[in-house]
């Protein structure tokens, strides 16, 4: 396969990049089994982030659907999925991995995670991240019983799967390749993502 | 109906309550039809707090049930729902309603709100809070349909239900009788809930 993108996302780690309003990027699900936590602050103020218990709210919806904007902890739009070329099956409610998710996993050592990514990420653009939202976990599955159970469900994807967040303004997004090797969500096999990146065009809508 | 109950959570107005380790607190819905926002932090540090998006990984369950842990953002317990007299439907997937909510929905003046009565309630013990983290919506009934649409559903109780949250830590429960009279989750009419303690007796598993 091809491979012709702008940014990766390294296995197991995390990548922020950095969005003015009316930017798009491409998130690509290159293998097509691999989760990506997403989340997006406000460049003015990283306590100004995307909110997924906020977007829920407002689009009515467990999870985003093209055309759904993506609503920040003060329910303001920050982004909005603008094509999803994937099964449309992303999740909204469960936290991002960390170092005690891990341990409750019985790792005795050190296990890479999606908040330390996170804080990374965010790091390497020179922003210091205390809280971790919860994230928008793109093409994870987790179907949610009539019993009301939640499964850490196989991926349903393809490769080259993607989806186009474009920003309703000036924002960093940040991304991790979730390192999750213990229960299935990534096909147990955690893989390279990539990112497209369409700048602004002119008559582009800003 | 005989009210003998401890505290009362003023209708539309939020309170908060300091639970040492194996204490515990009724939430009674004194009228069947109210929703009570309910969060928890650490009392030595505020910024730890219970967790909606960690517990539900936790339990593998979209609403906890009787017997489950209610975890923080750390994945330590906090409270544990002991009791459930209640249908059993909880809501643990929406954010607390806002000033931004109740602009949204066309109020030209300020509504009381499940996020500033947190705050408030805080405050009244003396407690800074500047994060609102999504609450443990007691009692409140949002179905999830087949096509992930979340609806504003009707109460589903009945006068007097309940639910006993007993602490694992020393912790502040904070409350709020939800002011919205809106969307039909309160049945329009927002109404008092009360408070039952527990305080911790000999023999008890603190």
Redesign the interface.
Known sequence: MTINCDEVIPARHGKAIRLRKGEAVAVVNTHGTQVVDTWAFCVEDP?HYM????T???N????P?VGHMLFT????PILVLEEDRSPGIHDT???AC?R??YE?LGCQEYHRNCADNLVEAMAELGVAV???P?PLNLFMNIP?GQD????QGTPLGQPGDHVVLRAQRDCIVAFSACPQDITPINGRMPTDAHLRLFPLTIGADA
Chains 1, 2 share one sequence.
């Open positions: 306590a909110s997924m218990e906020h829920r709210v407002e009515g919806r467990l999870m659907a902890n003060q329910r303001e409610i469960m936290a960390d005690w998710r409750r205390t809280e971790i919860a949610v009301m159970s939640l499964t």
